[in-house]
């Protein structure tokens, strides 16, 4: 058994060009470092969460479940719809008692919809890493995959009393330097799976003020309840912090793949 999963990350290792395989000393400027025990990891997470053909194949998602919103110390409930395709186009959709509650992403822009009908923009550099926020291997997979995106183990790490390796991806768009070094912050993103289970317990980007980029505080994603569907590991309990307040939490009860989603259903 240990034989054939050996096999099995041997064979998506292959997938990826040798020079991103390198030591960071070895490859050119314009390629991110890709170390080998980050990459090996990623690897593993993908085989055990059903194998990286199954879930490039999906798609688009579409969820329902119960949400319970955490506003001014109250605790909301209510019932939602959770829809997202590829990685860059997600939303969320919520009836509570006192009104809708909605969270649109469509690539790079996005709104919230408050329970009094208003409409509040997301800025670019908050819209940019909310593309997918319930199913994390979606943007593990895009990421394994891109070229531009550098990999990087950065060690053992302690999340709610369970140690987790942390993997950090960041997408190399542009240089480093200027305008280029905020892009490619923007788009870093940190993984933290379980060593027993190769599941992905969190992820972690930065949020930032509407007006100012350049300052960060943490926004995390904690999944848990996962379950097989379709042959594929899915987490039904998913859990928003930001800058270590818990802002909601969806509890799934049913999703399904490739709905045919299209452009218009992430629009106003």
């Known amino acids: 058994m240990r034989r054939c999963?050996?096999?099995?990350?041997?064979?998506?290792?292959?997938?990826?060009?040798?020079?991103?395989?390198?030591?960071?000393?070895?490859?050119?400027p314009a390629t991110p470092?890709?170390?080998?025990?980050?990459?090996?990891?990623?690897?593993?997470?993908?085989?055990?969460?059903?194998?990286?053909?199954?879930?490039?194949?999906?798609?688009?998602?579409?969820?329902?479940?119960?949400?319970?919103?955490?506003?001014?110390?109250?605790?909301?409930t209510g019932t939602t719809t959770v829809t997202g395709r590829?990685?860059?186009?997600?939303?969320i959709d919520s009836a509570i008692s006192s009104g809708t509650y909605t969270l649109l992403v469509n690539k790079g822009s996005g709104e919230l919809k408050d329970i009094r009908g208003r409409t509040i923009p997301i800025a670019f550099q908050n819209a940019v890493n909310k593309g997918n926020l319930i199913f994390p291997l979606a943007e593990i997979t895009?990421?394994?995959?891109?070229?531009?995106?550098?990999?990087?183990?950065?060690?053992?790490?302690?999340?709610d009393g369970h140690q987790l390796h942390q993997i950090r991806t960041r997408r190399i768009l542009t240089s480093d330097t200027g305008h280029g070094q905020l892009i490619?912050?923007?788009?870093?993103?940190?993984?933290?799976?379980?060593?027993?289970?190769?599941?992905?317990?969190?992820?972690?980007?930065?949020?930032?003020?509407?007006?100012?980029?350049?300052?960060?505080?943490?926004?995390?994603?904690?999944?848990?309840?996962?379950?097989?569907?379709?042959?594929?590991?899915?987490p039904f309990s998913i859990t928003e912090r930001v800058a270590g307040q818990t802002t909601w939490t969806i509890q799934l009860s049913q999703i399904t793949f490739n709905n045919g989603l299209g452009d218009t259903d992430f629009q106003p």
């Open 33 to 76: 470092p890709r170390d080998q025990q980050g990459v090996s990891i990623l690897a593993q997470t993908l085989i055990a969460s059903g194998g990286l053909p199954a879930i490039a194949a999906v798609l688009d998602f579409k969820a329902t479940g119960n949400v319970t919103y955490y506003w001014a110390g109250e605790e909301v």
């Open 184 to 234: 490619n912050k923007l788009t870093t993103r940190d993984f933290f799976i379980d060593p027993q289970t190769f599941q992905v317990v969190a992820t972690l980007d930065m949020g930032h003020p509407d007006d100012i980029a350049q300052v960060d505080f943490p926004h995390q994603m904690l999944f848990t309840d996962y379950r097989t569907i379709n042959g594929i590991l899915v």
């Open 5 to 28: 999963f050996a096999v099995a990350v041997l064979s998506l290792l292959s997938m990826l060009p040798a020079s991103l395989l390198a030591q960071h000393g070895t490859q050119a």
């Open 86 to 91: 590829g990685t860059d186009q997600f939303r």
């Open 142 to 159: 895009a990421r394994f995959q891109d070229t531009t995106v550098g990999i990087t183990y950065v060690g053992l790490t302690t999340i």
